[in-house]
């Protein structure tokens, strides 16, 4: 490890979060009747997802489509770091967050690797320091949200590419990895160190 660059490699919601986190932004983001009233028409999606008949980037975009398109970019990023700053960090599980400082303080690179919206979790991300955010960008043309993903959905074996795109040969780090689901299946098989599901105070547990 001495030869290596120490990275560490962390998922967000569920990981980082108690929570998922894109709920509590569409209520940032809307009336709480216009968020049922938006998931009760993305009903039929939302159902097809959890039997398996449609992917994880179709009901993301139907959820984005429904309650962002038309936005104005502008608009949204504005209340996107309103809600990074004031509301996100009520979402934070304080021992993985502590996990997160330590590496910090050793001098190592963290790197935010989620399905989560840049939009507002690049903020976040500023605010606490981290190097570097792969999340899900908005599609947006001539300064309006499309409802639509820039990229691939980054989620699965998306987030082992993008990270491998970002760092080049992984032969040169020495890689921590913290995730909470079967999206961080890929990261964790990759890493040195790869950490599943909980934290006990400063502790991690290993999964290998």
């Known amino acids: 490890m001495d030869s290596k660059q120490p990275v560490?490699?962390?998922d967000?919601?569920?990981?980082?979060?108690?929570q998922d986190s894109f709920l509590p932004f569409l209520r940032w983001t809307h009336s709480q009747k216009s968020v049922w009233t938006g998931l009760y028409r993305c009903s039929s999606t939302v159902v097809s997802y959890l039997l398996g008949r449609c992917s994880n980037r179709d009901i993301t975009e139907?959820?984005?489509?429904?309650?962002?398109?038309?936005w104005s970019s502008e608009t949204l990023q504005t209340l996107a770091i309103g809600f990074a700053h004031q509301d996100l960090p009520k979402l934070i599980n304080p021992e993985a967050i502590a996990q997160l400082k330590w590496h910090?303080?050793?001098?190592?690179?963290?790197?935010?690797?989620?399905?989560?919206l840049e939009i507002y979790l690049q903020p976040w991300a500023e605010m606490?320091?981290?190097?570097?955010?792969?999340?899900?960008?908005?599609?947006?043309?001539?300064?309006?949200?499309?409802?639509?993903l820039?990229?691939?959905?980054?989620?699965?074996?998306?987030?082992e590419k993008q990270l491998r795109q970002?760092?080049?040969?992984?032969?040169?780090?020495?890689?921590?990895?913290y995730g909470d689901s079967k999206a961080d299946r890929h990261v964790l098989a990759i890493a040195d160190e790869p950490y599943y599901?909980?934290?006990?105070?400063?502790?991690?547990?290993?999964?290998r």
């Open 104 to 116: 910090q303080e050793q001098g190592h690179q963290v790197i935010l690797v989620s399905a989560a």
């Open 150 to 159: 820039q990229e691939e959905n980054c989620y699965g074996f998306e987030k």
């Open 12 to 18: 967000f919601d569920g990981t980082l979060t108690n």
């Open 8 to 10: 560490a490699i962390f």
């Open 62 to 70: 139907k959820l984005l489509t429904q309650f962002y398109q038309g």
């Open 197 to 207: 599901r909980k934290f006990k105070g400063n502790q991690r547990i290993m999964i």
């Open 166 to 177: 970002l760092l080049g040969d992984l032969s040169h780090y020495y890689l921590y990895a």
């Open 128 to 148: 606490m320091h981290i190097d570097k955010t792969l999340a899900n960008r908005l599609e947006i043309h001539q300064g309006t949200i499309t409802g639509k």
